[in-house]
């Protein structure tokens, strides 16, 4: 069960695998101790106790732990909160590690939703495995939702690497020429095609000698090495297919195209996600006849024609030598 599956009604059972969010032990003005957190998965999230007869002490319940829950709804205060009368850590991988993302670590959690949406239509069962047991690791997980895909250039800001990757994951889903399988691959390979950058922008905010002496895409292979080992004792060519996508520039071997045609659209689908951000950053507080705008960061220019013929006898406002500096 889910937590959007929980039947909100005082009195309603439940069991469900969730999160642990904000532990704290607390003391009723009964003298009765107990554990106050919120249980959390992708979709939402709730407040949350378990009182001393039904809880271990000496069994650590940490922040961002992965457990079992059980209990009862209540209503308390005008909200919902969960009774918890059991709660046990999850040991074994969940089935599906998706829907146990917390969605208050993702700066911009509707996005979860459509991350859910596009590895479900991955069909091939060895490329879904794998991308699940990236999405285990929490290590990958927390960053790559919640850190920018660059620090001043395209989708710099939180939450701007999976909106990058999810970007170009739908683009290239889009490519019904590839077949089902060479689809299921491309969109592995561009939904992690900046795994990298879970090391070289994990603290945005702070000087990183991995971020300044190293390319993100001389770790996204270190990053995913676990899960492509796992993939190798399953399929070795898709294994093989996967690290090829990720550093196919440095093996072109003289030819004009990569070997595996889906890179071309990956790539593509990159550059037009990248261009696309940058462009709405340039163009933003810019009034609405401007057709010309210039972001300094990138030295990147862009136009926008006009499409409206009533609008065609509006003069175009902007100077020759505006115009010469773009």
């Excluded at 940490?62 to 919902?80: C, P, Q, Y």
């Excluded at 895909?149 to 683009?171: D, I, P, Q, T, V």
Aim: proline share 4%.
């Amino acid at each position: 069960m889910k937590l959007n599956d929980i039947d909100l009604k005082h009195g309603a059972l439940f069991s469900c695998e969730c999160r642990v969010r904000k532990p704290i032990r607390k003391t009723a003005i009964t003298g009765t101790q107990y554990l106050a957190f919120t249980i959390e998965d992708s979709n939402m999230s709730i407040k949350a106790n378990i009182w001393s007869e039904n809880y271990n002490s000496t069994v650590n319940i940490r922040e961002l732990d992965k457990v079992v829950v059980s209990g009862k709804i209540k209503e308390f205060n005008g909200d919902w909160l969960a009774n918890i009368s059991s709660i046990q850590h999850i040991t074994a991988e969940p089935e599906n590690p998706l829907q146990l993302i917390p969605r208050s670590m993702c700066p911009s959690p509707h996005l979860l939703e459509q991350l859910h949406n596009i590895i479900e239509r991955i069909s091939h069962d060895a490329l879904r495995n794998f991308i699940y047991w990236v999405f285990a690791d929490d290590y990958f997980v927390i960053p790559f939702i919640s850190a920018p895909a660059s620090r001043k250039h395209h989708h710099n800001y939180a939450g701007g690497l999976l909106e990058h990757s999810l970007e170009c994951a739908e683009m290239v889903s889009r490519f019904s020429e590839f077949g089902q399988d060479c689809s299921d691959l491309a969109i592995v390979g561009a939904l992690l095609h900046d795994a990298g950058k879970t090391v070289t922008l994990r603290n945005v905010d702070k000087f990183s000698p991995a971020s300044y002496a190293l390319d993100h895409d001389a770790l996204t292979l270190e990053v995913l090495a676990p899960y492509l080992k796992r993939l190798d004792a399953v399929n070795s060519d898709l294994a093989v297919a996967l690290r090829y996508i990720w550093t196919w520039k440095n093996h072109k071997r003289g030819n004009i195209h990569p070997i595996l045609t889906i890179v071309e659209a990956i790539s593509v689908a990159d550059k037009i996600s990248s261009a696309l951000s940058i462009e709405e950053e340039a163009f933003k507080g810019a009034p609405e006849w401007q057709r010309f705008s210039r972001y300094e960061v990138g030295k990147s220019s862009f136009w926008r024609p006009r499409f409206d013929k009533s609008n065609l006898s509006v003069p175009l406002m902007i100077s020759r030598n505006q115009i010469a500096t773009l």
